[in-house]
């Protein structure tokens, strides 16, 4: 009983510090660019709105990972009230739908067997073999022999479209230049009066949201693999180009991907195809083409999980699958570029 108090401890206090530490928004010195490993110490309130700690979850947080029917599907979830989220809640009654995608339970090698099975051991919470079982947000919980998702109740359990049981690692690039008129002068927004910033998004195939190009981190794989690969995949359409194509790709690739970066966010993401045993979590990091000379060089094309791709203005007014919006707007906010023409809302946060 004292190691499962523990753990729980542990796990809730672990995702809570790190989903707050996304969430830094200064009291009175939105002017000041974060730096790239903090934020300045100059006031800060902590907001948890993007995501929900175990301890329960707030009317905007812990949402897509809520909704029904199931992506792919035609599963309705069981509903889950705002304030029955968190696992330390006592719900007695709560009863979740069960549901893993036929695609999944195929055994396809990116995907665990069921936990049923009698020659499957997996060691949760640590490195498993090449798959990485650990959490970006510190322990999670152990009950009857599954992984239960520290953000809290979903309405279903299973893994859905998920591959692995417990945290699922992706990575997404996100790529900026700043937007630049016909002489190459920074374009500056007319009410912020900040440079507009612009990244690559993606139109998804399987839900039409545009997002952030990105993929599942392949087991063994360095999470700089990924990014440069995904990208490539779904931005530059590497997958259909000619071995020649390919190498002139990846040279400029390698210069792009060699600039100066920031780790915008690791951890847990509020994705709709998270469920009470199997969830999304991400390394978001940006790197920025200051003077947009290396992506002059590079046409996008849309390929691979893609539908379009296109160069998007950076504002409040995104509209992005998952958690991206967040994602972007921290970029924003680390890059002093424009967000909203509303000040207050600069200085509020998420």
Known sequence: MAERILGKTLATVS???ALASVTVKSLGCCSIPACRNSFLSCGFRLNSNIMSSSNGAKENSHNKARTSPYPGSKVQR???PNEKVGWFVEWQDYNPVEYTAVSVLAGPRWADPQISESNFFPKFNEKDGHVERKSQNGLYEIENGRPRNPAGRTGLIGRGLLG????NHAADPIITRWKRDR???KITHPVSGKNILQFVAIKRKDCGEWAIPGGMVDPGEKISTTLKREFGEEALNSLQKSSAEKRELEEQLHKLFSQ?????????????????????????????DETGEIMDNLTLEAGDDA???????????????????QFIKLVAEKRDAH?????D???RGL
Do not use: F
Request: proline share 3%.
């Open 15 to 17: 995702l809570s510090v």
């Open 78 to 80: 069981s509903q889950v």
């Open 164 to 167: 692995r049981w417990g945290p």
């Open 183 to 185: 002489s190459g002068n």
């Open 260 to 288: 100066e970066h920031l780790v915008i966010y690791k951890g847990y993401v509020d994705d709709p195809r998270n469920t009470d045993n199997a969830w999304m979590e991400t390394e978001a990091v940006n790197y920025h």
């Open 307 to 325: 539908g379009k791709v296109k160069w998007v203005d950076i504002s409040d007014q995104l509209q992005l699958y998952a958690s991206h919006s």
């Open 339 to 343: 967000w909203s023409e509303n000040s």
């Open 345 to 347: 809302a600069e200085c």
